[in-house]
């Protein structure tokens, strides 16, 4: 007798994956995360894959951190294409993998994992999908930029190695604890060695978390990015007030889960130019599609897919 299949759930979790999944199209790519319920990738993905003519889901998992170990072993063992990682995992995960990129070992965290032979490699695709996001909502390339990025976790150290290897102007590191910016900071030292001078103020520092740092850096950057998770939350208020920025400042907030984050309503406030993270989002995807399968990411779809 044909066994019956389930129905495709928009959560699945660890006990979903010991047992297996069986549903129509094979379940080979997912997010990891907790929370996870937000995520958007599977919608973008599963476009992608269809459009593709890929026979395969991309699905969300609800994973606490002391789950990640068994669940990556499973997911190894289910022969999964590979998966996303997303917070808690970044930092965790690293520990569990066979292989690490170059980007995956600078940033010290990973959002990507590729099985292939039985192995789990490691990559970072956060920095390249924000500069490609930055090259699409303002028109500029980070080379061309002064650069303040608020957060120094995550997605701030893969920004900042971004901006870092594509020899932006100036960059600018605040962060909650002032140490871990400055350690950032230091660790990017190589990449401003050259001979790009602004006068009186440094290529590259890290500033304290305060409005007097703010209200000066304002007035000497191009574009302001927060990549801390100040705005997520209902109620939050923008990590620099409006009255803090200019008209002349591109403001990026990698945060996508409204439209209109609290940064980027700051940004509209004071006459400056807004994006929230969505296209970051969206590139990050796409390149963690690159990997997967090594061919071109049907972009357009994806896009489609989340907006
Ligand atoms: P994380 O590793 O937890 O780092 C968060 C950073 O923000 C930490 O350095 C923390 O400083 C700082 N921070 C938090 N609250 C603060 C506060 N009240 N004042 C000052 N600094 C504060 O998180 P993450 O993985 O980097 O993620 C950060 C954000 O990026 C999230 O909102 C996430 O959604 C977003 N993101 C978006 C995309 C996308 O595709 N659009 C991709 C990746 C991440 P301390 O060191 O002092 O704790």
Redesign the pocket.
């Known amino acids: 007798m044909k066994k019956k299949l389930g129905a495709a759930k928009s959560v699945y979790t660890l006990a979903d994956l010991k047992k297996g999944i069986d549903v129509q199209s094979p379940i080979r790519l997912g997010v990891l995360g907790d929370p996870v319920e937000h995520s958007l990738s599977p919608q973008m993905q599963d476009a992608a894959l269809k459009q593709c003519k890929v026979d395969m889901q991309y699905a969300r998992f609800r994973i606490s951190p002391d789950e990640l170990r068994h669940a990556l072993k499973l997911i190894r063992q289910l022969e999964f294409v590979g998966v996303n990682l997303?917070?808690p995992h970044?930092?965790k995960a690293l520990e569990f993998l066979d292989v690490r990129d170059e980007n995956v070992k600078r940033i010290g965290?990973v959002?990507v994992i590729k099985v292939e032979s039985g192995k789990l490699l490691g990559f970072n695709t956060?920095g390249r999908?924000f500069s490609r996001a930055v090259r699409e909502e303002f028109s500029v390339d980070l080379r061309d930029l002064r650069i303040l990025v608020?957060?120094?976790?995550?997605?701030?150290?893969?920004i900042a190695l971004q901006c870092a290897k594509e020899n932006c102007e100036r960059l600018v590191i605040a962060?909650?604890?002032f140490e871990?910016g400055q350690e950032l900071a230091d660790s990017l030292r190589d990449f401003f060695s050259g001979p790009k001078v602004f006068g009186p103020v440094p290529r590259l520092q890290a500033i304290p978390?305060e409005e007097k740092a703010f209200r000066f850096q304002i007035g000497n950057v191009d574009l302001v990015v927060?990549?801390?998770?100040?705005g997520?939350n209902r109620g939050e208020t923008s990590?620099i007030p409006a009255r803090l920025l200019a008209p002349h400042v591109m403001v990026y907030d990698?945060?996508?889960s409204d439209k209109r984050t609290p940064l980027v309503a700051a940004a509209i406030e004071a006459g400056a130019r807004g994006a929230n993270?969505?296209s970051?989002?969206l590139h990050?995807g796409a390149l963690a599609f690159e990997v997967w399968f090594q061919r071109e990411p049907p972009l357009d779809v994806m896009r489609k897919a989340i907006s």
């Open positions: 997303t917070i970044k930092i965290a959002n956060d999908g608020l957060g120094a976790g995550g997605a701030g150290r893969a962060n909650g604890t871990k978390w927060n990549a801390t998770p100040i997520l990590p990698t945060i996508y993270g969505l970051m989002l990050q």
